[in-house]
C-alpha cells in the first residue's frame, strides 16, 4: 500500500507540474510591439470622420485568431456606431490569397462594421509595428491611439478579458486614459526574426 | 492533499459507515424474522454492506478506466482540430496543445487507468481517478480554448464519481478544482476570472458551485448509503431465514424419512398381511376340495362291508379245526368262496374311489404347499419362470375346484384352442385362475337351471394370450365393474376383497392384464387373462 501511495504521489507532481506548465504557456503573451502613436496616413485604409479605428492583425492560420474573432464580433455589438474596425489577414511572403482566406475569412467579414482585407507581405503590420496575431490598435476619432494589446484573455481563450474591457470603457467615454494588454498569438512573421516571436512557439 | 490524506484513513472506515446505518436501520421493524441473533445480523450486515460497497469500487473504477481512455483520445482529437499548428508567418510547427493532449493527457490519464486494471476497490485508486478527473477537465477546458461549455465538465464528473458513493472521493475532486482555482488566481487571475484584479478570495466563488453540487451529491451519496445498508441488513435477515429455513428443512426430511421408513415398514406389514390373506384365501379354496375329498372318502371308507368280512373270519376260526369239511359239506361252507369273490368285488370299487379321491387329495395337499412357496416367493419378489402347457396349466386349476364343481353341479365347459406353451410363472397364473373359477363358481352358488362355467383359451390379435372364465351367474353391477380390483372390495357375504386385487397385480407383474366384463346383474359375466407368451 505504501508503494502505491508513493507510485501516486510522484504521478500527483508530475501532472501538477505538466499542468502549471501548461496553464504557464498559455500564459505567455507574445511580442507587443511599438504602434504609431498617431495614426500612420501611408496606411491603404482610411479612418472614417466622427469614429474610432480599430485595427486587428491576425494570422490566418493561427489558432488563437477565433478566439479574437470571436471577442471582435461581441465587442462590435457592445459599441455599435461607435467604431469601425479593420482586420488585416497577414499573407507572408511566398504565399497566395488562398492560403490566406481560411475559414476564419468568412467568420471576420460577417461582423457588422468590420473590413477584412489581404496584408500582402505584411506591410500593413510593418507600418503599425505589430508582431503578433490578435495585435489589437485603437485609434480615436482623432487618430490618436488610445489602446493597443489583445482581446483575449490567454491563447486561444475566449471570454470576458481586460483588453475588450478597456476598448468598451474607453469608447463610453468611462475613460480617456490609453491602455495596453498582453496579446497572445502566433508571431506574424514579417519582421522575420523568429527569437522575436514566441508567441505559440513550444 | 486530501485525495491521498484519505486513501490513508483507517480501513475500518466503511465498516463503521456501514455499522451506523446498520443501527439506525436495525432499529426498524424487521422485515422478516431470522434465527440470527442481533449482534451476529448486524455483523453479517456489515460484512455484506462493504463486499456490496467494494464491488460498486471495483465496478466504477472500471467505468472510470475506459472514460479516461475516452477523453484521453477525446483531448488529442481536441488538439488536432482545434490547435493543430502553431504558426510564425508561413512556417509551422506541431502547436504545443497535441503534445499537451498527447504526453499530459496520456499522464493524468494512464496512471488512473492502470491502477484501475490492478488496484480495483482501493481507495487510493479512486482518489487518483478523482484527481485525474478533475485534471483532464481542465486539460479539456484549456484545449478547448476555455469554452464555458468545457467547464460543464466538471458539473458532470463530479455527478459521474457520485457513483463512488464515497463522499471522499467528491471532497478529493472538489479540493483539486479549488486548488486549481486558488494557484491561478495568485498567480494569473484573469485566466480563471477574466479580470486583472479580482479578489484573492474569488476561487472560493468558483469553488462554491462545485461545494453546492456537492452538498446535493452527499444528500444523495447518504440515502444510496442507507439504502445499501438496508439492502444489506434485508439480505443478513434473508440468509438467516434461510438457513433456519434450512435447518428446519433438514428436520422435516429426517421427519420424513423417518416417517417413509415407518411407512414402508407399515406396507411391507401390510403387504405381508395383504399375502397371508390371499394365501388364505387361495389354501382356503383348496382347503374346500381337500374338505370334499376327505368327506368323499370318508363315506367310501364307510361304505366297506367291514362287518361281513369279519362275520367271515369268526365262522372260518369256529371250523378251524375242520376247515376242509367244512367248505366241502357245509351249505355255509360252499358258499363261502363265492361270498368272498364277491365281497372282493365290493371292496375294490370303493378303494379305487379312495384311491382316486387321495390321489386329488395329494394335488390338493401339493397346491397348498405351491401357494405358499408362491406367496412366499411373492412375497420376496421372485419366482421361477417356467414353459407351461396352457391346457395342463388351465385343467390343474379346474381340477382343484373339481368337487366344488361337482357337488353344486356346475357344467365347466373347455374351449382350448391350440396356442403355444407359456413361458411365465406357473403359481401365479393358477392362483389367478384358481380364483377366477372360485368366484365363477361363487357367481354360479345361488343360480338355478343350467349353471355353466366356460373356459376359453385363445389367442388375440396382439399374439397374447388371453384366457377367459365365462359363467352365466349373477353378473356385476355396472356400478361395482368399475371398483371390482379394488383392496378390500367383494360382494359376497364371506368374501374379504383380496382375490380379484391380488389377481389383477399378478397379472400386471406377469406383464399382462386381468379385465372384467358384465352385461348386468343375473346375465353372468366374464374375466379374461391376458398374458404375453414370454415373460
Redesign the interface.
Known amino acids: 500500500?505504501l508503494k502505491?501511495?508513493t507510485?501516486?504521489?510522484i504521478?500527483?507532481l508530475?501532472?501538477?507540474t505538466?499542468?502549471?506548465l501548461?496553464?504557464q504557456?498559455?500564459?505567455t503573451a507574445g511580442v507587443a510591439g511599438t504602434p504609431p502613436a498617431q495614426w500612420p496616413e501611408t496606411s491603404r485604409v482610411q479612418r472614417d470622420p466622427g469614429l474610432s479605428k480599430l485595427v486587428i492583425f491576425l494570422?490566418p492560420?493561427?489558432?488563437?485568431s477565433?478566439?479574437t474573432l470571436g471577442e471582435l464580433e461581441r465587442l462590435m455589438a457592445h459599441c455599435q456606431g461607435m467604431l469601425s474596425a479593420q482586420v488585416w489577414f497577414?499573407q507572408?511572403?511566398?504565399?497566395d490569397e488562398v492560403?490566406v482566406k481560411t475559414d476564419l475569412w468568412p467568420v471576420a467579414a460577417a461582423i457588422p462594421g468590420v473590413q477584412v482585407d489581404v496584408d500582402h507581405a505584411?506591410a500593413e503590420a510593418r507600418l503599425f509595428q505589430a508582431a503578433t496575431?490578435g495585435q489589437t490598435l485603437l485609434y480615436d476619432v482623432n487618430g490618436r491611439l488610445v489602446f493597443q494589446g489583445g482581446i483575449t484573455?490567454?491563447r486561444?481563450?475566449?471570454?470576458?478579458?481586460?483588453g475588450s474591457?478597456a476598448i468598451e470603457c474607453f469608447l463610453k467615454q468611462k475613460t480617456s486614459l490609453s491602455a495596453s494588454t498582453p496579446v497572445f498569438g502566433?508571431?506574424?512573421?514579417?519582421n522575420?526574426k523568429?527569437e522575436e516571436?514566441t508567441?505559440?512557439?513550444? | 492533499m486530501s485525495a491521498l490524506a484519505a486513501t490513508i484513513l483507517p480501513e475500518d472506515h466503511a465498516l463503521q459507515q456501514a455499522t451506523t446505518l446498520l443501527r439506525a436501520t436495525v432499529n426498524e421493524p424487521r422485515p422478516q424474522t431470522s434465527s440470527l441473533p442481533d449482534s451476529a445480523l448486524q455483523r453479517r450486515a456489515a460484512v455484506l454492506f462493504r463486499a456490496a460497497e467494494n464491488e460498486l469500487h471495483r465496478h466504477t473504477d472500471q467505468l472510470f478506466a475506459r472514460l479516461m481512455i475516452v477523453q484521453w483520445l477525446a483531448g488529442i482529437a481536441a488538439a488536432l482540430l482545434i490547435s493543430p499548428l502553431t504558426w510564425i508567418g508561413d512556417s509551422s510547427q506541431v502547436h504545443v496543445h497535441v503534445w499537451a493532449a498527447v504526453l499530459l493527457g496520456g499522464a493524468i490519464s494512464g496512471f488512473p487507468v492502470w491502477m484501475a486494471s490492478h488496484y480495483p476497490g482501493l481507495a487510493v485508486t479512486r482518489h487518483v481517478i478523482a484527481t485525474a478527473q478533475m485534471l483532464t477537465a481542465a486539460l479539456l477546458i484549456h484545449l478547448t480554448g476555455g469554452r464555458i461549455e468545457t467547464h460543464f465538465h466538471i458539473f458532470g464528473s463530479l455527478a459521474f464519481l457520485a457513483f463512488y458513493r464515497d463522499w471522499r472521493v467528491l471532497a478529493t475532486a472538489t479540493v483539486v478544482v479549488a486548488g486549481d482555482h486558488l494557484i491561478r488566481g495568485l498567480f494569473w487571475p484573469q485566466s480563471v476570472f477574466g479580470v486583472l484584479t479580482a479578489s484573492s478570495w474569488r476561487w472560493m466563488e468558483h469553488a462554491g458551485w462545485v461545494l453546492f453540487e456537492d452538498a446535493i451529491l452527499f444528500v444523495a451519496i447518504h440515502r444510496m448509503l442507507r439504502e445499501m445498508s438496508e439492502i444489506a441488513l434485508r439480505r443478513a435477515t434473508l440468509e438467516g431465514s434461510n438457513v433456519e429455513i434450512e435447518r428446519q428443512v433438514v428436520e422435516r426430511t429426517a421427519e420424513l424419512n423417518k416417517t417413509q421408513t415407518e411407512l414402508l415398514e407399515t406396507s411391507r406389514l401390510a403387504g405381508m398381511a395383504e399375502v397371508a390373506t390371499s394365501v388364505l384365501h387361495n389354501v382356503g379354496n383348496v382347503l374346500n376340495s381337500v374338505g370334499v375329498s376327505a368327506e368323499l372318502a370318508t363315506s367310501k371308507v364307510r361304505e366297506f362291508r367291514v362287518g361281513s368280512l369279519k362275520n367271515v373270519a369268526e365262522l372260518l376260526q369256529q371250523h378251524s379245526e375242520d376247515l376242509p369239511a367244512f367248505l366241502s359239506s357245509d351249505p355255509r361252507g360252499k358258499m363261502l368262496p363265492d361270498y368272498l369273490l364277491k365281497l372282493a368285488v365290493h371292496l375294490a370299487e370303493p378303494q379305487q374311489a379312495i384311491l382316486q379321491e387321495m390321489e386329488m387329495l395329494q394335488k390338493n395337499i401339493d397346491h397348498i404347499k405351491e401357494i405358499v412357496a408362491m406367496q412366499q416367493r411373492y412375497a420376496r419378489g421372485t419366482g421361477v419362470v417356467e414353459v407351461l402347457s396352457v391346457a395342463d396349466l388351465v385343467e390343474d386349476s379346474i381340477r382343484i375346484n373339481a368337487a366344488s364343481f361337482s357337488r353344486h353341479e356346475v357344467n365347466v365347459v373347455r374351449e382350448i384352442a391350440p396356442v403355444p406353451p407359456l413361458k411365465t410363472d406357473r403359481h401365479k397364473v393358477m392362483q389367478i385362475l384358481v380364483n377366477l373359477l372360485s368366484n365363477a363358481k361363487h357367481a354360479l352358488d345361488h343360480s338355478e337351471g343350467d349353471k355353466r362355467m366356460t373356459v376359453r383359451v385363445t389367442l388375440n390379435q396382439k399374439g397374447r394370450l388371453e384366457i377367459a372364465v365365462i359363467d352365466n351367474g349373477t353378473g356385476i353391477a355396472a356400478e361395482n365393474l368399475s371398483r371390482i380390483f379394488s383392496h378390500g372390495f367383494t360382494t359376497k357375504k364371506l368374501g374379504h376383497g383380496f382375490g380379484l386385487h391380488s389377481g389383477a397385480l399378478a397379472a400386471k407383474e406377469l406383464g399382462g392384464t386381468l379385465q372384467a366384463h358384465s352385461d348386468g346383474v343375473g346375465l353372468g359375466a366374464t374375466f379374461t387373462l391376458t398374458l404375453p407368451l414370454e415373460n
Open positions: 500500500m502505491i501511495n507510485f501516486a504521489m504521478w500527483l508530475v501532472v501538477l505538466g499542468s502549471l501548461m496553464a504557456y498559455s500564459q494570422h492560420r493561427c489558432p488563437c477565433r478566439a497577414i507572408p511572403e511566398g504565399r492560403w505584411g496575431s484573455l490567454a486561444g481563450h475566449a471570454g470576458d478579458n481586460p474591457d502566433c508571431a506574424l512573421g514579417w522575420n523568429p516571436c508567441l505559440c512557439q513550444p
